[in-house]
């Protein structure tokens, strides 16, 4: 007898969301699964529709159309609440309640579902020396650092022993080395608890370091999932592509040297933005086509910041020529 | 008038003021929060959207704050003397005082409410927070600093209106001044009396401040 694998952690059928009065949908006929156990990020740019996953998720949205299911349980009213305890949320901007105490706030998720105080309060206090924060148990919000207000934001996520994890940019409001210990925090417990971790981001960075499958949305659409080292070596969507560009550390292009042989990808747009701060011109494919190796005199030059509207960006091209006299200004 | 007759009129009078104005303040801070709640709940975009309950709530409270004080002590005159069996003294001053407060703590609060940050209101529902949890755990507690400063407010108003109940039998430190600066022109009398009001109002309002801050951890 075979038994039936584990349902994903969660599963978006045919979703559509549209906002009130909002002509385009946020979300739009998403379907997606997010295995059990993963770290998956969800990526995108501004307005793709990452926090609206995350709000119809935590039951702050409903559908139009489509279902989710969480744990193999269909989202409805009548499941919402228990849902909801099995789901931990961890904001942006932290979300912690500045009249309450750090242990306070990381007991408000069991005060709310009359867990005795003694109890809550144990458990509260196990939390914060989980995230390294038992000492300031008896401080407030205002009197932390924002690295440790997401501290306690994650312990108050998880105080409820949930299986789910949802973390919207919540590493986007911090500095990168800060944003660096988060990532770690949440991947050890995402392993030592066994959790699927969900982590919305606009940074490829964060993918890159700390997901094992990624989905990619772009106007309420999802265009590509998979996972992460998958999809990182081979995006099969412009979007990812885009994404992956502009993330690529720039090139160590030199004053005065040329390169042959390139693509614009290769490049990635951080490098192609100090090209064209410093007047490269490239050179047309066709020209190295023929095999000469003379460099074509304007107007056959395009500077690099023109490269998008020729459209030489998808076609490839021969070699980039920085300028000799122009000194690389550091930013 | 001499001191030793000044000193028991004034401490008196202080004390009327205060029987008129304490109690009042108490009930309309009661009443007035959860008519404030109402109105933050059931705004559109609240927590429990009900447009129409919102409209008419809002009407009433804007009707009650621009009523003269004055005039609404008159109107009020058979519901006085329904509750308190009589429309003169201090303890029939109390009914209009209430109600005069009851729509200006109602405004405070829901400014005060709509000023805790969405944010904080939407990890509350997301823990699966019930409406009255909302209210109660976060909304309230978050907004305290701002419901203690406008209970002060609303204090330092009722001791002014409970003035001019004073003026019209209710006793207390305006019906002194009226008394005795206006009908009798004991001018040292009057100075006296608005000097016990100076005071008064600055110790409610130091205190008021006091705990207001000690109490805000933000
Ligand atoms: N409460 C709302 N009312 C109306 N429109 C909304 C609301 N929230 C989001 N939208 C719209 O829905 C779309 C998706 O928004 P969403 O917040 O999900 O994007 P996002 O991917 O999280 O963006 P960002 O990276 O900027 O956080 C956007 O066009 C946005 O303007
Ligand atoms: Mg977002």
Same mark, same amino acid.
């Given at each position: 007898m075979s038994t039936a694998p584990p349902p994903p952690a969660l599963e978006f059928s045919r979703v559509t969301k549209t906002y009130p009065?909002?002509?385009?949908?946020?979300?739009?006929?998403l379907t997606l699964r997010i295995p059990r156990g993963s770290r998956t990020g969800i990526i995108g740019r501004s307005g793709a529709g990452k926090s609206t996953l995350v709000r119809l998720i935590s039951g702050l949205e409903t559908p139009d159309l489509g279902h989710i299911q969480v744990q193999g349980q269909p989202l409805t009213p009548a499941t919402l609440k228990q849902l909801q305890a099995r789901t931990g949320l961890v904001f942006q901007h932290f979300n912690?309640?500045?009249?309450?105490s750090v242990l306070h706030n990381v007991t408000l998720p069991l005060e709310l579902r009359g867990t005795p105080k003694v109890l809550r309060e144990r458990r509260a206090r196990e939390l914060l020396q989980l995230v390294g924060l038992e000492a300031l148990?008896?401080?407030?919000?205002?009197?932390?650092?924002g690295g440790q207000k997401q501290r306690v934001g994650i312990a108050r996520a998880l105080v409820t022993d949930p299986d789910l994890l949802l973390a919207d940019e919540?590493?986007?409001?911090?500095d990168p080395e800060t944003s660096a210990g988060l990532l770690t925090l949440l991947t050890e417990l995402q392993r030592e608890r066994d959790l699927t971790l969900i982590l919305v981001t606009h940074q490829l960075e964060v993918i890159r370091a700390a997901t094992t499958h990624v989905a990619v949305l772009d106007q309420g659409r999802l265009v590509e999932a998979g996972e992460t080292a998958s999809v990182l070596r081979q995006p099969q969507s412009a979007v990812t592509r885009a994404l992956l560009d502009a993330h690529?550390?720039?090139?160590p292009l030199l004053a005065g040297e040329t390169l042959h042989h390139l693509t614009l990808p290769d490049l990635g747009a951080a490098t192609l933005d100090r090209l064209a701060r410093q007047r490269a011109r490239i050179v047309r494919a066709e020209a190295h086509a023929l095999g000469v190796d003379v460099w074509l005199t304007a107007p056959d030059?395009?500077?690099?910041?023109?490269l998008g509207r020729t459209g030489l960006g998808g076609t490839g091209l021969s070699g980039i020529e920085t300028p000799r006299l122009i000194p690389e200004v550091s930013a | 008038m001499t001191w030793d007759v000044l000193w028991p009129l004034l401490w008196q009078a202080t004390l009327e003021t205060l029987w008129m104005v304490l109690p009042s303040a108490l009930i309309a801070q009661i009443l007035g929060t959860a008519l404030g709640a109402v109105l933050t709940l059931t705004?559109?975009?609240?927590l429990r959207p009900q447009a129409v309950v919102y409209r008419g709530l809002d009407a009433v409270v804007n009707v009650g704050r621009s009523l003269p004080f004055i005039i609404l002590l008159v109107l009020l005159i058979p519901l006085t003397r329904l509750i308190?069996?009589?429309?003169? $003294?201090s303890t029939a001053a109390t009914v209009p005082l209430t109600m005069a407060a009851i729509p200006f703590v109602a405004r405070l609060v829901d400014g005060a409410l709509r000023d805790v940050p969405g944010g904080v209101v939407e990890a509350a529902r997301a823990m699966g927070a019930s409406t009255a949890q909302t209210v109660f755990k976060v909304l309230l507690p978050e907004a305290r600093p701002a419901l203690v400063h406008g209970f002060t407010v609303m204090l330092v108003s009722l001791i002014g209106y409970s003035a001019m109940a004073g003026a019209i039998g209710g006793g207390g430190l305006g019906d002194v001044a009226i008394r005795y $600066?206006?009908?009798?022109?004991e001018t040292g009398v009057m100075i006296a009396t608005v000097l016990a009001l100076l005071v008064l109002v600055q110790a409610v309002q130091w205190l008021g401040d006091r705990i207001a801050t000690r109490t805000d951890h933000r």
């Open positions: 009065g909002q002509p385009q949908a946020a979300l739009q006929d912690l309640l500045a009249q309450r148990a008896g401080r407030y919000p205002a009197q932390l650092s919540a590493t986007s409001a911090l690529r550390p720039e090139h030059h395009v500077p690099a910041a023109e | 705004r559109p975009g609240g308190t069996g009589t429309s003169i $003294g $600066g206006y009908q009798r022109f």
